[in-house]
């Protein structure tokens, strides 16, 4: 059982490395993104989802190039696939703030979430690797636990790559004083980053005190792919925030 894991962890961790340079190779072969950010993003999402991340790039990254804005903003040049809004369903005129989000097809909707998601889990998946690497040579210590020293600085640099991402993005968007730019993308990102943090942590709690209580080395293939189901459990608790993050106007689908 154990050499089957270990199969299969090198497998999807061998398939992340080869799908972040697909993708990558793919990128710099002209299908550049819209926001140069996400150039960032989707060779991370490759190299942490694996194939289930080259497969999200190819569907919603390589082929539908337009963000939700776009589309409401070119709706009226395509046929009217949607029912319109019962008028005693339409919010309030002072109540506009998910509007662009609130609209279009179910899918263009899941859509958007999951690219806020996927962006926001970007900062978490590049500070993460960053650190369980520093501390293969350098482990540092909360209270004398390597795990609280660990996730402590992970999830600020978490916070500081998120802020980073997003005020990209932002600023791709509309431009603005720099200081205005940060205060709105620490804003919009805190509760979703600190959402995907929490899930990550609580499968790598999992990891390594209920699935491998005498240890998990970082020189294994079963870590990585734990650590790349951790992301998977990130996505999932951080879903829901962003929904929520953009339906209540806090930021805005990618």
Known sequence: ???????????????GIVGALIVIADIRNGHRQKMPIMEVVWPLTALWGSWIGVLAYFRFGRQYRESVTDELMNMDMRPQTVDPIPPKDMPAMGDMKGMPEMMGTPAMQWRGVLLSALHCGAGCALADLLCEIFFIFAPVTIAGSAIAGLWTMEYILALIFGVWFQYAAMQQMRRGPVGATVKRALKADFLSLTAWQAGMYGWMALTLFVFFPGGLGRDTWTFWFMMQLAMFAGLAVSFPVNRWLILTGVKHAM
């Open 1 to 15: 059982m154990k050499e089957l894991l270990t199969v299969i962890a090198a497998i999807f961790v061998v398939l």
